[in-house]
T-cell receptor, first 116, second 112 residues
């Protein structure tokens, strides 16, 4: 199974600033996903990050607000730019691994962001 | 219309009870199906995959009905430790990759 770490685990930020979240996986994976989970809500996919290409953003999310880097097959960053209180959420990095024809999605522990 | 729908609950049941959750999905191109468990302030973790033939893992049974586009999770002999949010996940193939779509989760509270 994939082991995923995220930094920071939590942060409190002022509005208008930006925060970059790092995601490190212990194995090489093709696709990495970034999710947001607001209190009491399910996970909302922000974007899919493939190594060597531009990230694919879901409806309602744009690159200027959530720029993503994917420099290699084990690492990705998500930046939350020009933050507002509405960006307060848990941000989760995720990968899908396939083994013997079966796939499983693994998640990082999440980054808990509070914007004042 | 939301692509994956679940009753948010909470389902409040006594220990030893049997409880069932349903999840419906709207995308008929959906390829694979899962139940995840999420504990408070933790990341989701895979509980079980859902296969067309249905599958059982101890006290947990998952079923898939492609014709009606729903999946179910049955928990028998509930334990206090089963208290959590159960997320239905549907993957569909689009643009050359699997896109995982989550339901909003069903909250289960098992009480003594």
């Amino acid at each position: 199974s994939a082991v995923i770490s995220q930094k920071p685990s939590r942060d409190i930020c002022q509005r208008g600033t930006s925060l970059t979240i790092q995601c490190q996986v212990d194995s090489q994976v093709t696709m990495m996903f970034w999710y947001r989970q607001q209190p009491g809500q399910s996970l909302t996919l922000i974007a899919t990050a493939n190594q060597g290409s531009e990230a694919t953003y879901e409806s309602g999310f744009v690159i200027d607000k959530f720029p993503i880097s994917r420099p290699n097959l084990t690492f990705s960053t998500l930046t939350v730019s020009n933050m507002s209180p509405e960006d307060s959420s848990i941000y989760l990095c995720s990968v899908i691994q396939r083994d013997r024809g079966r796939s499983e999605q693994f998640f990082g522990p999440g980054t808990r962001l509070t914007v004042l | 219309r939301k692509e994956v729908e679940q009753d948010p609950g909470p389902f409040n049941v006594p220990e030893g009870a049997t409880v069932a959750f349903n999840c419906t999905y709207s995308n008929s191109a959906s390829q694979s199906f899962f139940w995840y468990r999420q504990d408070c302030r933790k990341e989701p973790k895979l509980l079980m995959s859902v296969y067309s033939s249905g599958n059982e893992d101890g006290r947990f049974t998952a079923q898939l009905n492609r014709a009606s586009q729903y999946i179910s999770l049955l928990i028998r002999d509930s334990k206090l430790s089963d208290s959590a949010t159960y997320l239905c996940v549907v993957n569909f193939w689009a643009g050359g990759s699997y896109i995982p779509t989550f339901g909003r989760g069903t909250s289960l509270i098992v009480h003594p």
